[in-house]
Nanobody, 121 residues
Framework: QAQLVESGGGLVQPGGSLRLSCAAS????????MGWYRQAPGKQRELVAT???????NYANSVKGRFTISRDNAKNTVSLQMNSLKPEDTAVYYC???????????????WGQGTQVTVSS
């Protein structure tokens, strides 16, 4: 099995920064798109950012210019640098990856357990 483990959440004041990291491990042949979703209390899960294995990125309008997604294909990791954080960024952040466990199988989405980000003074 493959698994994704996140780290880096916490409490930060408005205007501050946090960096989230996510490492994939286990039975992995290749990883396609990786990215981050978030879910605030009482709201649906929403896409934050994605990155292909070629480095093409996509961001939600609400985070453009403030968040930067990056990945290290050799280490199977994806990171999210979050700057100029706002209270509305408060949510549980989940990383995901489209993982192919061997060449004969199609990609399947795997998810991390989630990490809490709280932006508050």
């Amino acid at each position: 099995q493959a698994q994704l483990v996140e780290s880096g959440g916490g409490l930060v004041q408005p205007g501050g920064s946090l960096r989230l990291s996510c490492a994939a491990s286990g039975s992995i042949f290749s990883i396609g798109v990786m990215g981050w979703y978030r879910q605030a209390p009482g709201k649906q899960r929403e896409l934050v950012a994605t990155i292909t294995n070629g480095g093409i990125t996509n961001y939600a309008n609400s985070v453009k210019g403030r968040f930067t997604i990056s990945r290290d294909n050799a280490k199977n990791t994806v990171s999210l640098q979050m700057n100029s954080l706002k209270p509305e960024d408060t949510a549980v952040y989940y990383c995901f990856g489209l993982i192919r466990k061997n060449p004969a199988l199609r990609e399947t989405d795997y998810w991390g357990q989630g990490t809490q980000v709280t932006v508050s003074s």
